[in-house]
């Protein structure tokens, strides 16, 4: 009886020379890891000190355009201060000046530039100027770099109010100490507050009696309302408190047709029927020896 023999070979581990060498690779490895980590740790360091620097480079610009700003903020506010402490160094008066002396506009004007050429209060001084007597209206404006311009309009007088005041175009009354050379026109008397109404009246009225060559002397209304005008002839027209217009319209066809021509033998001339007209007529003077 034959017997196999086999022949157990050992397990082949590694080497011993395998084990060293792979000792002495770990060991080398280490080194090369700590020399990543310090590289990394240096560029960090860079990396901040260029963010700090960037940083601080910022605040500064910042100071820097804020002091400038300050700066010509500063100059501003003293060049406006040096302007608006300028005195005004003419003052120029402008318009149709028959009534009133540019004199007396400029004397009026000097103490409200006391403050300097931009303190002064343009419209404080025009409604001065408009407080005048025959001071219409008034604009002023400034003209650089030191001068003040106004300009005047004055009114114009259509009618007399009262005893002693005239009445404008609007009906504004106005009064002044003259009455030489005002005393050709007309008369308008009312109760105070009327004026607007009855200028507007009175303008209507000439409307209606220009073409027929007659002219008003005199206009009233009394606190009724009641509107009477006296015609430069003689006429009297008693108007009523309504119905105005129709109630000329009727006056013109009658004066047209009957009357024209007859203006010395009419007294009177009531206009208050609601569709007539009542004439009065003067009486006829008595023979004499009769």
């Given at each position: 009886?034959?017997?196999?023999?086999?022949?157990?070979?050992?397990?082949?581990?590694?080497?011993?020379?395998?084990?060293?060498?792979?000792?002495?690779?770990?060991?080398?490895?280490?080194?090369?890891?700590?020399?990543?980590?310090?590289?990394?740790?240096?560029?960090?360091?860079?990396?901040?000190?260029?963010?700090?620097?960037?940083?601080?480079?910022?605040w500064f610009n910042r100071v820097l355009i804020l002091c400038g700003a300050a700066v010509v903020l500063a100059a501003g506010v003293k060049g406006v201060l040096v302007v608006q402490s300028l005195p005004v160094q003419r003052i120029s008066v402008s318009g149709e000046l028959e009534h009133t002396q540019?004199?007396?506009?400029?004397?009026?004007?000097?103490?409200?530039?006391?403050?300097?050429?931009?303190?002064?209060?343009?419209?404080?001084?025009?409604?001065?100027?408009?407080?005048?007597?025959?001071?219409?209206?008034?604009?002023?404006?400034?003209?650089?770099?030191?001068?003040?311009?106004?300009?005047?309009?004055?009114?114009?007088?259509?009618?007399?109010?009262?005893?002693?005041?005239?009445?404008?175009?609007?009906?504004?009354?106005?009064?002044?100490?003259?009455?030489?050379?005002?005393?050709?026109?007309?008369?308008?008397?009312?109760?105070?507050?009327?004026?607007?109404?009855?200028?507007?009246?009175?303008?209507?009225?000439?409307?209606?009696?220009?073409?027929?060559?007659?002219?008003?002397?005199?206009?009233?209304?009394?606190?009724?309302?009641?509107?009477?005008?006296?015609?430069?002839?003689?006429?009297?027209?008693?108007?009523?408190?309504?119905?105005?217009?129709?109630?000329?319209?009727?006056?013109?066809?009658?004066?047209?047709?009957?009357?024209?021509?007859?203006?010395?033998?009419?007294?009177?001339?009531?206009?208050?029927?609601?569709?007539?007209?009542?004439?009065?007529?003067?009486?006829?003077?008595?023979?004499?020896?009769?």
């Open positions: 009886m034959s017997v196999l023999r086999k022949k157990i070979r050992p397990a082949v581990g590694p080497s011993k020379d395998s084990a060293n060498a792979a000792v002495r690779g770990r060991g080398r490895a280490a080194p090369g890891g700590r020399g990543r980590r310090s590289v990394q740790g240096a560029t960090r360091n860079a990396q901040q000190q260029r963010d700090s620097g960037i940083k601080v480079s910022v540019a004199q007396a506009v400029q004397d009026m004007v000097e103490p409200e530039l006391a403050g300097g050429f931009l303190n002064a209060d343009l419209q404080q001084i025009r409604r001065q100027l408009e407080s005048l007597p025959w001071i219409y209206e008034a604009g002023v404006r400034r003209r650089w770099p030191a001068s003040l311009e106004i300009h005047v309009v004055e009114e114009t007088p259509i009618a007399r109010w009262g005893e002693s005041g005239f009445l404008n175009h609007q009906g504004g009354i106005f009064h002044s100490g003259r009455s030489g050379g005002w005393d050709e026109l007309p008369l308008l008397t009312g109760p105070r507050g009327s004026a607007p109404a009855l200028m507007t009246k009175y303008q209507r009225l000439l409307g209606f009696l220009s073409p027929l060559d007659l002219s008003v002397v005199q206009l009233s209304v009394d606190g009724r309302g009641q509107v009477q005008a006296v015609l430069a002839n003689g006429v009297q027209l008693n108007l009523g408190d309504a119905d105005f217009l129709p109630r000329m319209r009727r006056f013109v066809t009658l004066y047209e047709r009957e009357l024209a021509g007859r203006e010395g033998e009419i007294e009177r001339v009531d206009l208050r029927y609601a569709s007539g007209v009542a004439v009065a007529f003067k009486a006829s003077p008595p023979l004499a020896g009769l």
